[in-house]
Structure formats: structure tokens, C-alpha cells
């Protein structure tokens, strides 16, 4: 699913316009985001690593929103659950209007979710989590369903011929890359074997995958869940004169190019601009007007699919970091 540059402003200016005004015609400061002058305050804590390329898109994603809506944003990360649920903690007791988690281990972070919706506090879930956005109180989830993902994956994968496939998981316990692979799993019509690696250790991934291959000559085909882990992938493909196709899962300036060269076959696209971007104006539209986006469903960004036909136009937006 594509959301448009287009689309987007008119998220954003609907709302504006709506509060340029009062019934009397008089003005109000647009740039204060709400008709009382006050502004929005909104938490953002993901399971991303500082620096991690793909959370990055998802913090501007969120930033931008915050400027275009005059909304304050905060933004904090760990991928440890218990320090993930220190900083909820620490964001419900700045008292927010909104608190945007992402929820790679559920369970590991549900006590402080709940906590948060009990003390009134408005969450939507991102990224991961879907399954148990509602179960634990959140108004909706902007993300993908990862099995559903995986199983786009596995039949892309299937078409090109693969039927021996590693899975390459660099976020242990991370439960929506797990159900990547079981998606691919599905509908591959072959194997699919995990492989760990270490997001944090990109060099000790290329070699771990790139072992993998010169160990089983028969593995046609590496899918991996990060666009960096997509990169060492590829070179471990050269480096191991392996047949293998390589597919991946997330986008960046990188992995566009190497589409274009025809390295890597495909990239499921779950936009995390729109991650970033959506929940916010979903917030900001409840504290201004009262609005609850969702009805209790998830609001889907993906998958899409960037293969070599559509590569160059989404590598414009990845060089700007917004893909």
C-alpha cells in the first residue's frame, strides 16, 4: 500500500484549516496546533537502536508531523523490554496527551502499556505488536501484519524458483520477525531455516550468512528483515559464488540500488515514514476534535513490494531518508 507526499499534506491541512478559524470568524495561532494555544505532547518509545537506519525514518516520520501539526514529540528507543518499559514509564509520567509504543516483545512491555492506558493516557502501538495492540488497550496499530508479509515474501520467492531459503532474524525475541519467516514459511512450497545474527554486528552477519551458504550449496534463496542486514547479505552472496536469489524486507538508499542492479530481487515495504508520521496526526486530531482513528482495527502501511520496476522512483524519497 502506497501513501502519497500528496496525500499526506492533505492530512495535514484539512486539520490546519479547520483550526484557522472560529465560529466568529476570528483567527487563532495555527502554529500552536490547538484552539486553546496549547500544544500537543506526544511520547514516541520504540524497541529501535539508536542509529538504526530504519528508526531513524521512523523518528523523522514522527518529527515532521510534529512540526507540520505544532505538536511537541519526544522520542526514546531501547530494544531491551525492560529498559524499553523504563522510558514508557518515564513518558507516563511527563503526562502526555498521546504515548506511541512499538511492541517487539509484547509481553515484555504490556505491563506499562496497560499502565499508561490506565492512567488515561492515549496509545497507539507501531511496527510490532499488531496481535496485541488491542488486547492491551491501545485505539489502533499502524503497521503491517508480519505474517501476512512473510507470506508475500515467500510466494514472490517461490515464483522466482527458490525453494531452500534462509531467514536471517538480527533482533533475538523480536516476535514479528519471527513470524516473517513463518509467513514465508507458508507459502514458499520449500524450506525455510532460521538464522540468527546480530543487527549490532552487521560484518559478523555477512559472515555468518555468507558461511551458511558455502556449507549447503543447495540454499537458492537468503530473505532477510533489514535493509543493512540486506547489504552484508548481498555481499555475502558474491563472496560465497552462491546462485542464491536475495530478497529483504525494508527499504533504504542502499537496498533501492541494489534492486536496480538486480542483486536484490524484491523489498517488502512497510513505509515506517507512515509509522512515524500517522500516529501523530492520528493523536493530535483526538486532542483537537475528539476523533479516534481505527475503530479498534489496525491501519495497515504495508506490505507493498519495491522490485526492479518501481525501484527508481522510491529511490528519490530513500536518498531523502523518508523510505
Not at 17 to 44: F, N, R, W, Y
Not at 55 to 79: N, P
Amino acid at each position: 500500500m502506497k501513501h502519497s507526499t500528496r496525500w499526506l499534506a492533505a492530512l495535514v491541512v484539512i486539520p490546519l484549516a479547520l483550526t484557522g478559524c472560529t465560529a466568529t470568524g476570528d483567527k487563532t495561532d495555527t502554529t500552536a496546533g490547538l484552539a486553546s494555544g496549547e500544544k500537543a505532547t506526544i511520547a514516541v518509545v520504540t524497541h529501535g537502536s539508536a542509529g538504526d537506519a530504519f528508526w531513524d525514518v521512523v523518528k523523522s516520520g514522527a518529527e515532521q508531523a510534529g512540526k507540520d501539526l505544532g505538536a511537541t514529540i519526544t522520542y526514546q528507543g531501547d530494544g531491551d523490554p525492560v529498559k524499553q518499559s523504563q522510558l514508557i514509564d518515564a513518558a507516563i509520567a511527563s503526562k502526555p496527551d498521546g504515548l506511541i509504543v512499538s511492541m517487539a516483545n509484547p509481553d515484555g512491555v504490556k505491563d506499562t502499556v496497560e499502565k499508561a492506558v490506565a492512567a488515561g493516557i492515549a496509545v497507539i502501538t507501531i511496527n510490532s505488536g499488531l496481535e496485541k495492540s488491542k488486547e492491551f488497550g491501545a485505539q489502533t496499530h499502524v503497521g503491517q501484519s508480519e505474517f501476512i508479509a512473510g507470506q508475500g515474501a515467500g510466494e514472490k520467492l517461490a515464483a522466482s524458483g527458490a525453494t531452500n531459503v534462509i531467514c536471517v532474524i538480527h533482533e533475538a525475541g523480536n516476535s514479528g520477525l519471527e513470524d516473517r519467516c513463518k509467513g514465508a514459511a507458508d507459502t514458499l512450497g520449500g524450506t525455510v531455516s532460521n538464522v540468527q545474527v546480530d543487527v549490532a554486528n552487521v560484518a559478523d552477519a555477512q559472515n555468518t550468512i555468507k558461511s551458511k551458504l558455502l556449507a549447503d550449496p543447495s540454499i537458492d534463496g537468503v530473505l532477510t528483515l533489514n535493509p543493512s542486514i540486506a547489504v552484508a547479505a548481498s555481499q555475502a552472496v558474491t563472496e560465497a559464488k552462491s546462485k542464491s536469489v536475495l530478497a529483504t524486507f525494508d527499504v533504504s538508499a542502499d537496498v533501492t540500488k541494489l534492486i536496480e542492479d538486480g542483486k536484490i530481487l524484491f523489498a517488502v515495504d512497510q513505509q515506517p515514514y507512515s509509522q512515524g508520521y500517522l500516529p501523530v496526526v492520528f493523536l493530535v486530531l483526538q486532542k483537537r476534535n475528539g476523533d479516534v482513528v481505527g475503530g479498534g482495527q489496525p491501519v495497515y502501511s504495508g506490505p507493498g513490494f519495491v522490485t526492479k520496476e518501481n525501484a527508481a522512483q522510491v529511490a528519490k524519497f530513500a536518498k531523502n531518508g523518508t523510505r
